[in-house]
């Protein structure tokens, strides 16, 4: 009978936000228009070698990211660290913790997008100003997770992010939901994340405008929506050898701003140590394909894991991503 109810409730969440709940309401903005839009960024490089499909699968207390609902996965204490190396001298650095107890799940995370200061440049002064400017994002969140059975688990997180650039500020507070669920054939699983829930949100203070009549009018900021993402995932080991290993993955992302696209990853690993990955999505904003290479090492129950992940773009330049986690 619970496992009856766990279906239902994930066919009906399913079923609402994606096919006339939620998300339709909230897709009809326009490309371009999210408030807080560096939450895009995801932090972990074992994910991004696999294209972010990633909801349905758990390795480190990244997870957090990607579905609150699969901390409960992890069976030990987890700390992971991870290095993007971002567009035009950008970087993301990022830090999570998980810790599992009982049949419930802590974790942790923070993590800031920043630049160097960059000379500002003018119509009259286009070689540099002499002043200079920066911008830092930064959040920090709390998780919680449930398992409720052997193969069914949710979580939430609470997240506060802040954008700071000159003299504007905005801050909002968001949430995530997910699920996380074993189908009992193999381990195939079946994930469903809802991130960055939140209400509009706009720069601190006010601004003077010149209405058409030459007045000067006091306006507040335009608020926005902040990135809003409805994942729908999936992951199976197709084969399983004693010095091979193959783990495929596949997803839907919906976002609110945007055409919803898929994702596919997969992840082999050879002897239990070097781990090799691709991905694919169709995305039309960035290359379609990305790469990744990983080393991990186990003993005493510990793990170690070492991930490198790289994607070439059209216009910009290649990201390169790097992290370690240790599963103690």
Do not use: C
């Not at 490089?45 to 609150?68: C, H, K, L, V, W």
């Not at 009259?124 to 409720?148: C, H, L, N, Q």
């Amino acid at each position: 009978m619970k496992q009856k109810l766990i279906i239902l409730t994930l066919l009906i969440l399913t079923t609402t936000l994606h096919a006339g709940g939620i998300l339709p309401q909230l897709g009809g903005q326009r490309a371009g228009t999210s408030s807080l839009t560096f939450l895009k960024i995801k932090p972990s490089a074992r994910a991004s070698g696999m294209a972010e499909a990633f909801t349905a699968i758990a390795g480190d207390a990244s997870i957090i990211q990607y579905n609150p609902g699969g901390l409960t996965q992890l069976e030990n204490p987890s700390v992971t660290f991870s290095h993007l190396d971002w567009f035009a001298d950008i970087d993301f650095e990022y830090f999570a913790v998980s810790y599992p107890f009982l049949n419930w799940a802590l974790g942790f995370e923070a993590g800031t997008l920043h630049m160097p200061a960059m000379e500002i440049t003018t119509e009259y002064k286009p070689y540099g100003s002499g002043e200079y400017f920066t911008f830092t994002d930064y959040f920090a969140g709390i998780s919680f997770s449930r398992k409720m059975s052997e193969r069914f688990s949710f979580g939430i997180t609470g997240r506060i992010a802040r954008e700071e650039y000159l003299n504007f500020k905005s801050t909002n507070l968001l949430m995530d939901l997910g699920t996380y669920y074993y189908t009992g054939f193999k381990d195939l699983r079946i994930a469903v994340a809802f991130l960055n829930f939140g209400p509009p949100t706009a720069p601190e203070g006010t601004y003077e405008y010149i209405n058409a009549e030459g007045y000067t009018e006091t306006r507040e900021y335009e608020k926005f929506s902040p990135p809003t993402t409805f994942h729908l995932g999936s992951a199976m080991t197709l084969l399983e050898r004693q010095a091979f290993n193959w783990l495929v993955s596949a997803q839907l992302n919906h976002p609110v701003d945007n055409a919803e696209y898929f994702a596919f990853g997969s992840e082999i690993t050879l002897l239990k140590t070097l781990v090799l990955r691709a991905g694919f999505d169709t995305n039309e904003d960035h290359n379609p394909f990305s790469f990744g290479l990983g080393f991990k090492a186990e003993k005493w129950g510990q793990s170690l894991r070492i991930d490198y992940a790289y994607r070439d773009n059209e216009y910009l330049n290649p990201t390169q991503q790097f992290q370690i986690s240790y599963n103690f």
